[in-house]
């Protein structure tokens, strides 16, 4: 197989196993709360957002130390073992313990009826494990330099503590890198724009899933708008992906404007949230809320949101993703972390206060923070913008 060849299965390889992998968890995490507050009238008591707050909250700090892991262990046995605890905490659901459960989601950071329960998380799990075995399909590149049949078992043996050598220096330098990375003027403006991704991120794959399910004047078809929900999140999130993922390519505007739609986008969706959805119905019990908002809940309007919220957030992604590859071309793994770092934290500070806040005030944190994090992220690309148009290097700034 031809090097291009390989690298082209490399890449399908990693899109099936990732698309099973995070498609089982993050059609788990959308349930998740829904199906735990129905639990918790038996034997087990927990919560679905606790549980994600755990997961994002580890996953954050892991973010500063994951380069230098995957420099020592090598990506492949670390996205296997990332697969595995993946594959572990949607297992759980399957017979779940509190202790079992929030254990889970801690390893996970480190990577209706009950038959019908059981049905359902068997399936997910089996999905998530099919995901992780497809990373031993990956082919590794072939070595630059071949040792000469000449040489001696000392010299192998010397390259090889040398290479063991180098693997830890690299680890050491990547960590080093993401720690000076974090106080640069560039970085810091760009994480009021990742802390605003965190929150809508937690947003719009727990608690909004939740507040459909807990609204009793949906009908009998409440439980099911969970799933329709998370579908038209991801038409628009694929629809957004596609769309700006290849207009950036051809685009002379620059990515103030897709941002500005994606924050417009997401305003509308949240006005249209607050006037359709009860207050109180990210907390509801278990026998759900009969509260009204400002108009009756519609069904159409709660699926129209979905995609909005989807759209929303790809226009944001894309864009930040963007902008850090452009800014830090020659070395993007210390500034992808702080990315994954400052939006995983959000993340988990979300889950944890949405236990206590009525939905209104859930909103308005993300407006706010919206608000703030696409002005500085226009500093930003105003900045790379007038260094382009001089012919500089940006990294001068």
Known sequence: MSPESKKLFNIIILGVAFMFMFTAFQTCGNVAQTVIRSLNSTDFHGSGYTSMAIIYGVFSASNLITPSVVAIVGPQLSMFASGLFYSMYIAVFI????????????????????SDRRTVFIALTVISLVGTVLFFL??????????????????????????AQNNMTKAVDAFKKSLKLCVTKEMLLLSITTAYTGLELTFFSGVYGTCI???????????????????????GEILGGSLF?????????????????????HFVAFYLIFLNMPGDAPIAPVEGTDSSAYIRPSKEVAILCSFLLGLGDSCFNTQLLSILGFLYS?????????????????????????????????????????????????????????VVARGSDYRSI
């Open 245 to 265: 993922g290849l207009l950036s390519k051809n685009n002379h505007f620059g990515r103030n404007p897709v941002v500005l739609l994606g924050i417009l986008v």
């Open 330 to 386: 020659e070395d993007s793994a210390p500034a992808f972390a702080i990315f994954k770092f400052v939006q995983s934290i959000c993340a988990a500070v979300a889950f944890f206060y949405s236990n206590y806040l009525l939905l209104h005030w859930q909103l308005l944190v993300m407006v706010v923070f919206g608000f703030w994090g696409t002005l500085s992220f226009f500093a930003v690309e105003w900045d790379a913008a007038a």
């Open 95 to 114: 017979q779940p313990f509190a202790w079992s459960f929030y254990t889970a989601s801690v390893f996970i950071g480190i990577a209706a009826a009950e």
């Open 213 to 235: 399910g807990a609204i009793n004047k949906f009908g009998t078809e409440e439980k099911s708008l969970i799933g329709l929900s998370g579908i038209f999140i991801g038409i």
């Open 138 to 163: 990956i082919r590794k590149p072939d070595p630059t330099n071949v040792l000469g049949e000449d040489e001696s078992s000392d010299d192998q043996d010397l390259e090889i503590h040398e290479s």
